[in-house]
Nanobody, 117 residues
């Protein structure tokens, strides 16, 4: 699967951004968003099971971020509201194969989000 992430940018604290990830190629089981802040480990943000739409969220973004999908366009969105400076990171989308659902084996190039205080 080829993944193309977009939508990052600079926003003030309390603002919103919407990230998108377009998938092409073979089918996949789920799509997730991860982020890596400078000097920190990669962190799980959210994921969505493509068939059925069940969603999961990291504790730090619950109630602020929403993951959704547009199956017709093979696109996942991450709506980020009430952004905080600690949300500053490079955000990556990733997908897992239907044959190995627990492993994210395809990754997008990342889109940078900067939240100013």
């Amino acid at each position: 699967v080829q993944l193309q992430a977009s939508g990052g940018g600079l926003v003030q604290a309390g603002g919103s951004l919407r990230l998108s990830c377009v998938a092409s190629g073979r089918t996949f089981y789920k799509m997730g968003w991860f982020r890596r802040a400078p000097g920190k480990e990669r962190e799980f943000v959210a994921s969505i099971i493509w068939n059925g739409g069940r969603t999961y969220y990291g504790d730090s973004v619950k109630d602020r971020f929403t993951i959704s999908r547009d199956s017709a366009k093979n696109t996942a969105h991450l709506q980020m509201n009430n952004l905080k400076p600690e949300d500053t990171a490079v955000y990556y989308c990733a997908s897992s194969s239907p044959f190995s659902t627990a492993v994210y084996d395809s990754w997008g190039q990342g889109t940078e989000v900067t939240v100013s205080s």
